[in-house]
């Protein structure tokens, strides 16, 4: 059987950016760019208009930036789309911002070909993270200015724990289910109760909770 072309938005303020980017993605078979967007306030328009699978957003654009239109996507669509934010600095704190706000990952502007395909690929098919150790550092920060554990950490189970631990390293739930000799449907569940004990939207959130929070280091 056949699967649907992934659908895609592309959202930065430089038009040049979006023609190389549609250029690239359209190439492809299996990928479909169905709209574009030069501001943050117009991303969100179309994306809730064509309601793509993934949408590669430019942080730093005018008016609403992608953060903020990031934010909104994700909050008032019943199945948002996957984000990547896309920028030119690794350590860009805007990048922390973004993944804060539920973007599935990060990808630089100089980045080639290859790894735009497969990063928009890997983000549409499966629920992984493309965290860089730049990001984790930059939640580190945030866990060394506040020492003390929030509450969250001590109602988790040892199960949802080990789980969390292993979706901060960018696993799937199928890799955590080989991993820890279970069902993925026991850990769709365990996935489940972090969300709600950590009290965030979506599994982006709960990793970058994590490293703020101490529970998980970078490199560990």
Same mark, same amino acid.
């Given at each position: 059987?056949?699967? %649907? ?62 953060? &903020? ?12 789309? &996957? ?40 983000? $549409? ?29 001590? &109602? ?36 489940? %109760? ?18 703020? $929070? ?7």
């Amino acid at each position: 059987m056949t699967r %649907s072309p992934i659908r895609i938005v592309l959202a930065d303020d430089e038009r040049m950016v979006r023609t190389a980017l549609r250029a690239i993605l359209s190439a492809e078979e299996d990928l479909e760019v169905v709209g574009e967007a030069a501001t943050g306030a117009e991303a969100v328009s179309v994306v809730r208009e064509s309601r793509p699978d993934v949408v590669l957003m430019d942080v730093r654009m005018p008016g609403t930036d992608g953060i &903020r239109a990031t934010e909104r996507i994700l909050a008032t669509l019943a199945e948002p789309p &996957r984000v990547l934010v896309v920028t030119t600095f690794e350590n860009d704190s805007y990048i922390y911002d973004a993944l804060r706000a539920g973007a599935a990952g990060f990808l630089l502007k100089r980045a080639d070909a290859d790894t735009l395909v497969q990063a928009v690929r890997l983000v $549409a098919r499966s629920d992984t993270l493309l965290f860089p150790a730049a990001v984790r550092a930059l939640a580190a920060e945030h866990a060394r200015a506040n020492p003390a554990p929030p509450a969250w950490v001590a &109602r988790l189970t040892e199960r949802e724990a080990e789980v969390l631990r292993l979706m901060a390293t960018g696993l799937t739930n199928a890799e955590i289910a080989g991993r820890m000799g279970v069902g993925p449907a026991t850990v769709k569940t365990h996935v489940a %109760s972090v969300l709600a004990k950590t009290g965030t939207r979506d599994r982006t959130q709960a990793v970058v909770r994590a490293y703020e $929070a101490g529970f998980t280091v970078p490199g560990s």
